[in-house]
């Protein structure tokens, strides 16, 4: 299973394309959306989504896009895309995907503490997805 899981991992693209649009000429560096995350480099969080565990790979832009996926280590296997925009400084809004099809928002704000970075907020699951509004959580270590 675990090797089933790396494959599905390593095989899968992180080249989404953003539902945003990313023509603005003032786009804010990149430092102002997560500090020490490389520009287009995946960076790995762990948390939780509802009571679930949940590990998190996002890949942070300049221009704010935001591109990644997330999957539960202890359930199925599923792997959830995700592609969203930083809309200020500590805010974060991703649209989740299920089989190619928007399945949740997730908004999010960041904070600090005990140098570490958490990004916490609340999923909100489409209709289709039983309308359920789940906490979401992640961290990643300030310095790695």
Known sequence: MKQ?????LILLPLGLVSCVSTTSSSA???AAYEE???????????????????VFVLTWQSDGNVTGHYYHP????????????????GELVLTEYAAEVQSAVITLKKSTAH???????????TEKHEGKVLDVSFTRKADS
């Not at 895309?81 to 200020?88: D, H, I, M, Q, V």
């Open 28 to 30: 804010p560096s990149q």
């Open 36 to 54: 020490s995350a490389p520009v287009g480099n995946a960076q790995t969080y762990v948390g939780s989504v509802g009571v679930h565990s949940a």
């Open 115 to 125: 140098g570490l970075i958490v990004w916490s907020g609340k999923m909100h699951n």
């Open 4 to 8: 089933k899981l790396l494959a599905i």
């Open 74 to 89: 202890d359930n199925s296997g599923v792997i959830f895309k995700l592609r969203g925009k930083n809309t200020s400084l």
